[in-house]
């Protein structure tokens, strides 16, 4: 089953579009690495999101031309494809998930994400990986959401105290002014 999920991975992350996923962050990114050359990500916007209006804008009125600037975005169900969500065909209500689904990763304000890809989430990458390779089933959602909160206090007092030591590192390099 994790193979059937790999391969849809790679039709998707074979995509013109599918470049930005590099830039998602978190586990989509880590996984769209295993398909992905890093460079394809500074290509820039692909035909679909110029010329099909598959895209996301912002729009920049700060020059004397306002202009948009645009970039390619997967939709909801390439990111929950790339997380491996097996939704329930029948008598089954439990949705399973290989990888934790964006949308609990930004809604549980994940103790894990600390804004970066650590190397213990690496470590947990690559052994869930392997098990899976091996024939372990994918997680149900409710182990996902009880994952994603074990660290939470732990990662507030390590903001607090990351945002308390930047803060007296520039508190006493700027200088007031006269």
């Known amino acids: 089953m994790y193979q059937a999920y790999r391969e849809h991975c790679r039709v998707i992350l074979s995509r013109p579009h599918a470049r930005v996923a590099l830039g998602y962050g978190g586990f989509i990114a880590r996984i769209a690495r295993q398909f992905l050359d890093p460079v394809s990500f500074f290509m820039g916007p692909s035909i679909d999101a110029i010329s099909h209006g598959r895209y996301w804008a912002v ?12 970039d390619d975005v997967l939709t909801k169900g390439e990111r929950r494809m790339i997380s491996g969500m097996i939704y329930p065909t029948s008598g089954n209500h439990s949705i399973y998930s290989y990888w934790p689904p964006p949308h609990l990763w930004r809604k549980l304000n994940c103790a894990h994400d600390m804004g970066f890809w650590t190397p213990m989430l690496e ?6 990986h392997a098990d899976y390779c091996k024939g372990a089933p994918p997680r149900e959602m409710k182990w996902w959401h009880n994952w994603m909160r074990t660290f939470i206090k732990l990662r507030a007092t390590f903001r607090r105290n990351t945002e308390t030591a930047a803060e007296q590192f520039l508190n006493t390099r700027i200088v007031e002014p006269l």
């Open 59 to 70: 729009q920049d009125w700060s020059g004397a031309k306002g202009y948009v600037l645009k």
């Open 123 to 128: 470590d947990f990458y690559v052994k869930n």
